[in-house]
C-alpha cells in the first residue's frame, strides 16, 4: 500500500512540474510607438499566459499623448472604454493601443475678478468638440471670446462657446469683461418732456441719450447732476464714452414762441377788421354824401 501512494504522488509531482501548462498568447502593441506603453499582466507588449487565468490590459499614454482606444488586429474597435480592462483567456489574441496627440486649451478672465471660466473637459483629440463657458460676474457684462488678449476682435460672443479642435487651435483662449456703469436720465423741471436712452451699459459703450420736449417748452441742454448748472451739450441728441456711472439731466425751458405766434395772429385779425371797418365807414360817408347832391334844391 505503501508503494502505491509513493508511485501516485510522484505521478503527480511529474504532471505538475514536467508538463508544461497550456497557454494563450496576447500580444499587445501601441501605435504611434512613442505614443505610449502597453502591458499585459504587467508585462510589457504581453506573451503567454497560462490558460484559466486572466488576463489584465492596460495603455498608459506619454507626455503629449492621449489614449485613444483599443482595436484587434482586423482594426475593429475592442468595447472597451478605459485605458485597462480585464478578460478570461479563451483564445490567443492581439491588441493594438492607438494613441493620439493631446491638446489641451487654457482659459483666463480678464479681468480676473469680471468673471469665471469653465470647459467641458481637459484634454482633447484633434477634431474633438470643446465647449467653454464665461460666466459673468455682478456688476460685469461679458465681451467675448479672444485667442489674443490685446486684440479687438472676438472670435466669438457667445457665453457657451462651441468650436472643434485642430492643429491650430489656441493653446489659450482669454474670456474678456467689463464693469457695467447705470445711467440715469432726469427731465427739469419734471413733465416739461421725455428722455430716452437710460440704462446699464458695458464700459467704454457708446451711448446716445434724446430728448424731446412736451407742448409749450423747448429743450435748452444736458447737464451732469455731479455738476448741476453747467451744460454739456445743447444737442437734443447726445452722444459720449460712458466709462462711469453717470446720471444727466435734461433741461427746459417754457418756449414763448407759440405765444408771440398767436400774438401775431390776432394783431392779424385785429388789423383785418380794423381794415375791414374803416372801408366799410369810408364806403358808408362816400354814399352819404352822394345821397346829399342828389337831393333837389327848393326854391
Known amino acids: 500500500m505503501k508503494k502505491i501512494v509513493v508511485f501516485l504522488v510522484t505521478i503527480v509531482l511529474v504532471l505538475t512540474y514536467a508538463v508544461p501548462a497550456f497557454a494563450y498568447t496576447v ?48 482594426g475593429t474597435q475592442v468595447d472597451e472604454s478605459g485605458a485597462e480592462f480585464t478578460y478570461t483567456l479563451e483564445e490567443d489574441r492581439s491588441y493594438v493601443a492607438k494613441f493620439e496627440k493631446k491638446y489641451t486649451v487654457g482659459l483666463e478672465a480678464s479681468p480676473q475678478d469680471g468673471g469665471t471660466v469653465q470647459q467641458d473637459g481637459t484634454e482633447y483629440m484633434l477634431g474633438a468638440s470643446v465647449t467653454v463657458t464665461a460666466t459673468p460676474a455682478e456688476n460685469y457684462n461679458f465681451m467675448g471670446w479672444f485667442t489674443d488678449p490685446s486684440s479687438e476682435e472676438p472670435v466669438s460672443t457667445e457665453q457657451s462657446y462651441t468650436f472643434t479642435i485642430a492643429e491650430d487651435t489656441p493653446a489659450t483662449l482669454t474670456a474678456k469683461f467689463a464693469a457695467t456703469y447705470q445711467l440715469d436720465l432726469t427731465v427739469s423741471p419734471e413733465g416739461t418732456g421725455t428722455v430716452t436712452g437710460e440704462g446699464a451699459f458695458p464700459g467704454g459703450s457708446v451711448v446716445t441719450v434724446g430728448a424731446s420736449p412736451e407742448k409749450d417748452w423747448r429743450f435748452s441742454g444736458w447737464y451732469d447732476a455731479a455738476i448741476p448748472g453747467k451744460i454739456i451739450s445743447t444737442d437734443a441728441e447726445y452722444t459720449f464714452n460712458l466709462d462711469e456711472n453717470r446720471t444727466l439731466g435734461a433741461l427746459f425751458e417754457r418756449s414763448y414762441t407759440y405765444i408771440l405766434i398767436w400774438v401775431l395772429i390776432w394783431i392779424g385779425i385785429c388789423f383785418g377788421v380794423f381794415v375791414v371797418v374803416m372801408r366799410t365807414i369810408r364806403h358808408f360817408r362816400i354814399a352819404r354824401r352822394r345821397n346829399r347832391r342828389r337831393r333837389p334844391r327848393r326854391y
Do not use: C, L, M, Q
Not at 510589457?44 to 487565468?53: D, Q, V
Not at 489584465?56 to 483599443?70: E, N, S
Open 27 to 74: 500580444d499587445v502593441t501601441a501605435e504611434p510607438a512613442e505614443g505610449g506603453d502597453v502591458f499585459v499582466n504587467d508585462v510589457a507588449g504581453g506573451g503567454e499566459i497560462a490558460s484559466g487565468t486572466n488576463a489584465t490590459i492596460k495603455a498608459v499614454p506619454r507626455d503629449g499623448y492621449i489614449f485613444a482606444g483599443w482595436f484587434r488586429s482586423d
